[in-house]
């Protein structure tokens, strides 16, 4: 309980300090935009490069656990999106959501949580599942907002929209070339490297800041809520962050256990992540891309108090 609660201060703290800063007025009102538009077109490509250029095939080529957690994380974020179009929600907003409920914060908690957990042992693991949820999850994600954004009749033209938006994406751009430089076997410069590392440090801390400056504004009409209006957000909520702490990390276990029979290390591994709140990608894209973000950051937060329970109740049972 302990060790869970000392990840997550960190994590609640950047969150603070960016709502005290706009709450006095250090940072602007356009401060929020901004930044996630360093940590978009930057911060967040450099290290996803730079996850993918130093990875090591032995260590990440996992066919089992790439396939319980892929699978579990998949499962979770179609089954909310196929919910939310039923609901008459947009295309790219039902994708926000689809990431709220099966994108987990891998890259804040999932490394010095397994570390503390489970040892040295499972950091090659979790690295898979980093790369799984910051590159294949999230490039469905982009995919799927790129082609919902499109208005084009004729299917060519729309394919030819989303090609080019997606050839143009950072996001999709980084990780593409890193795994060049793996599959190439080159070693990066180490000045460049400085620079990679420099900017995928930067990444974290300022999403969580940006996360921080939009709490702190103040909203008018819907987003405060009234009536059925926050009534209809707070079952939203509930059932993201039901499927986020609560459905993913069943499905990955139940796969891990029963359909790939992973040996108990993997399992742990692979649920512990699975187990973990939403992270800041969905908030991300959902301020770059222009859409709701307020039920977003609020799934964030309330996953990330919540995660302090329900993950130490599965280490306390299970490992």
């Avoid at 050839?167 to 410069?189: F, K, Q, T, Y």
């Avoid at 400085?194 to 440090?201: E, H, Q, R, W």
Wanted: overall charge positive; hydrophobic content about 60%.
């Amino acid at each position: 309980m302990i060790s869970t609660l000392l990840v997550v201060l960190p994590i609640f703290a950047l969150i603070f300090l960016g709502w005290m800063a706009r709450r006095a007025n250090m940072l602007g009102a356009n401060a929020t935009t901004e930044i996630n538009r360093f940590v978009v077109n930057l911060a967040l490509p450099a290290l996803l490069f730079d996850i993918l250029a130093h990875a090591r095939w032995s260590d990440i080529w996992q066919p089992g656990f790439i396939l319980a957690f892929g699978l579990g994380s998949l499962a979770v974020f179609g089954l909310t999106i196929a919910i939310r179009l039923r609901q008459k929600v947009h295309l790219a907003d039902a994708v926000v959501d689809g990431l709220n409920a099966g994108y987990a914060n891998t890259g804040f908690m999932g490394f010095p949580l397994a570390l503390a957990v489970l040892g040295p042992a499972a950091l090659a693991p979790t690295s898979i599942a980093t790369i799984l949820t910051v590159c294949v999850i999230f490039a469905f994600g982009i995919i799927l907002i790129e082609a919902g954004l499109q208005t084009e009749a004729r299917r060519s033209h729309l394919v030819l929209k989303v090609a080019g938006a997606l050839i143009r994406n950072p996001l999709l751009i980084a990780p593409a070339a890193g795994a060049l430089v793996l599959l190439a076997g080159l070693s990066v410069p180490a000045p460049v490297e400085t620079i990679f590392k420099l900017l995928g440090g930067a990444a974290s801390p300022c999403a969580l800041v940006a996360l921080g400056l939009f709490l702190a504004e103040k909203r008018k009409g819907r987003e405060e809520g009234a009536g059925t209006g926050a009534r209809t957000g707070a079952v939203t909520i509930s059932l993201l962050v039901g499927f986020k702490l609560i459905l993913q990390p069943l499905v990955t276990w139940l796969l891990a256990s029963f359909v790939f029979h992973l040996p108990p290390p993997l399992i742990h591994v692979a649920v512990l992540i699975a187990a973990l709140p939403t992270g800041t990608g969905s908030f991300m894209l959902a301020e770059f891309y222009r859409r709701e973000a307020s039920v977003t950051s609020r799934v964030i937060l309330i996953s990330t108090i919540l995660s302090i329970l329900t993950v130490s109740a599965y280490i306390a049972i299970a490992v």
